[in-house]
């Protein structure tokens, strides 16, 4: 959440410690963080290294992490396959997988069903609020990362609002000399299934990211470049689905001075706003707190690309204050699952600067919240698309919009994000 006077990136209380028990107090919630969380050195694990032809397997019971450094150390830009199976934390940590500048390059992808949980019910202590969670993040990509590094084809699910921080937890990333790169609260808190930070630019792509909550922001994916975003991180094939948060960017939380590409995608069921009220009344902090965020929340100062992708029974589309930002398209039908609190209900598109929104289908309770998309080249009342079991449209209207499990041939050209120098 951002105070009209506070950097988004700065904590907006105080972090309270105790001798035997780290305690957070987080918009109500309280993490709890035990005796016994930080680990002495592991035992060593043997790492079987690349088959013939290079690659590197994870199989069920071996650790991913333990692979991709192995990987990183001997095989710079290797790829590592994980296969089928449900992989989870074997300890508490900030992140269950994490990239480092020293992994830059690696394919992490799945062979089979692969799922990546942040519950462990085996050491998470029930009375926890985070309980099963046992991790902030389940993937963090930390500063150094290009868009060679790729994550592929696995469910990424369980994150529960549980945060430990550098006190109590194994640091997961280097204290960086840039001012711009000094951790706060959202760099622990925020991004429950996935966390980039700094200048991290990773590939995303045909990962679904479901059933994921934060005590803050960014239940899915929180983007936070500060000021690095000269590139983008890129989501591609993706599909974000009931990703639930209090405060903004229930599926992906584009912070300010962050940069994301998203392209055919699905947003389905994610609910931002259930606290507001709360962190309205108990710290003062306001954004967008007449209709709520959406799904997909783009901070000032941010720069996105959103093609051919669906946003439907999500609490609220989108909103973007931004400029010049691309949404081409895109369906953004009936995303109307807000719990009434707002006192403006809930919208489709809430989007500063339309200038670029063309080609998209627009039907719900308010379409254009701020009256600025063109209706010339868009449709503001559309006909139902007629979801089939998958949220592929069967309408013909829609042949060439929307998310599509397979992909399909742009209907239009959009420039990639234009590069800008970074600060």
């Not at 922001?217 to 983007?223: I, K, L, Y």
């Not at 997909?296 to 010049?324: I, Q």
């Not at 379409?367 to 009342?381: E, F, M, R, V």
Request: one cysteine or more.
């Amino acid at each position: 959440m951002l105070a009209p006077d506070q950097p988004r990136s700065s904590p907006p209380f105080q972090i309270r410690r105790f001798s035997q028990f780290l305690v957070i107090v987080v918009f109500g919630i309280v993490i709890v963080s035990q005796p016994g969380c930080r680990r002495d050195a592991e035992p060593a694990i043997e790492i079987i290294g690349a088959d013939p032809n290079g690659v590197f397997h994870v199989h069920p019971g071996e650790e991913i992490q333990a692979v991709l450094d192995a990987a990183a150390l001997s095989s710079p830009g290797a790829t590592v396959r994980i296969h089928a199976g449900t992989y989870r934390p074997a300890r508490f940590a900030q992140a269950f997988v994490r990239f480092n500048r020293q992994h830059d390059g690696i394919t992490l992808e799945a062979v089979g069903e692969v799922v990546l949980t942040a519950a462990n019910e085996e050491i998470a202590d029930p009375q926890d609020a985070g309980f099963p969670a046992v991790v902030n993040h389940i993937v963090f990509f930390g500063d150094g990362i290009s868009s060679r590094t790729v994550l592929r084809g696995m469910t990424i699910t369980g994150a529960n609002g549980f945060v430990g921080d550098d006190d109590v937890l194994p640091s997961i990333e280097p204290d960086s000399d840039l001012p711009q790169l000094k951790k706060s609260l959202f760099y622990y808190a925020d991004g429950g299934a996935i966390k980039i930070f700094g200048r991290s630019y990773p590939t995303i792509d045909s990962v679904v990211i479901e059933d994921n909550m934060t005590g803050l922001c960014g239940a899915g994916v929180s983007v936070e470049h500060r000021g690095f975003s000269g590139k983008a991180t890129v989501f591609r094939h993706c599909v974000f689905r009931n990703n639930h948060c209090p405060g903004t960017g229930s599926a992906i939380d584009v912070l300010g001075g962050s940069a994301a590409e998203i392209e055919n995608c699905l947003f389905v069921g994610n609910i931002a706003n259930t606290g507001m009220d709360r962190i309205a009344i108990e710290y003062g902090l306001r954004y967008n707190h007449q209709h709520g965020c959406g799904a997909l929340t783009v901070f000032p100062d941010s720069r996105v690309t959103v093609r051919r992708c669906t946003f439907t029974e999500n609490w609220n589309g989108a909103d973007d204050k931004g400029v010049g930002n691309s949404y081409v398209d895109s369906i953004f039908w009936q995303n109307v699952a807000g719990d009434g609190s707002r006192p403006g209900g809930p919208y489709e598109l809430d989007i500063a600067d339309a200038s670029n929104v063309r080609g998209c289908y627009f039907g719900g309770n308010v379409a254009d919240l701020q009256q600025t998309i063109d209706p010339k080249n868009n449709q503001l009342d559309a006909p139902d698309p007629q979801f089939d079991v998958l949220f592929e449209p069967r309408a013909k209207a829609y042949r060439n919009v929307g998310y599509r499990s397979s992909p399909i041939p742009a209907a239009h050209t959009v420039d990639p994000l234009p590069s800008k120098q970074e600060s």
